[in-house]
């Protein structure tokens, strides 16, 4: 498994509260009900939009086509990790369907933590 997909399967950091959070009644605090980003995450990034208005271009997506090829005859994990990268941008990530059969009881999940803890 190549290092990147290996950081992406890590648990992320719980938050923590220090010093620097804001205590209820903070003059810099959200009020309840009230959201900090009320339009949210913009659909796609800023870069994400350069690179497909400059991607359409047909003198750009030659030179793409060469540079791609250039990259793909190096056969180094960095080339392959490159061009993942763009693609996940511009494409979004590749989306994997999985089933599940069988049967869960509360014991099951309550061992499976259990030797998770361990």
């Known amino acids: ?3 990147v997909s290996k950081a992406q399967q890590l648990p992320s ?3 923590k509260a220090n010093a620097t959070s804001f205590k ?5 605090r ?5 959201s900090g980003n009320p339009s949210g995450r ?3 990034a800023y870069i994400t939009k350069r ?3 400059l991607f359409r271009k047909k003198a750009i ?3 793409v086509d060469e540079i791609t090829m250039d990259i ?3 056969r180094r994990m960095s080339a392959v990790l490159l061009l993942r990268e763009v693609m996940e941008r511009l494409e979004g990530k590749v989306t994997q369907e999985v089933e599940i059969t069988g049967h869960l009881t509360l014991e099951s999940v309550l061992e499976a933590k259990k030797k998770a803890c361990k």
């Open 42 to 44: 913009p659909k796609t």
């Open 1 to 3: 498994m190549d290092p």
């Open 51 to 53: 690179w497909s208005r």
């Open 61 to 63: 997506q030659q030179e």
């Open 72 to 74: 793909l005859r190096q």
């Open 13 to 15: 950091r719980s938050r």
């Open 24 to 28: 209820a009644g903070h003059p810099y």
């Open 30 to 34: 959200f009020p309840p009900g009230i």
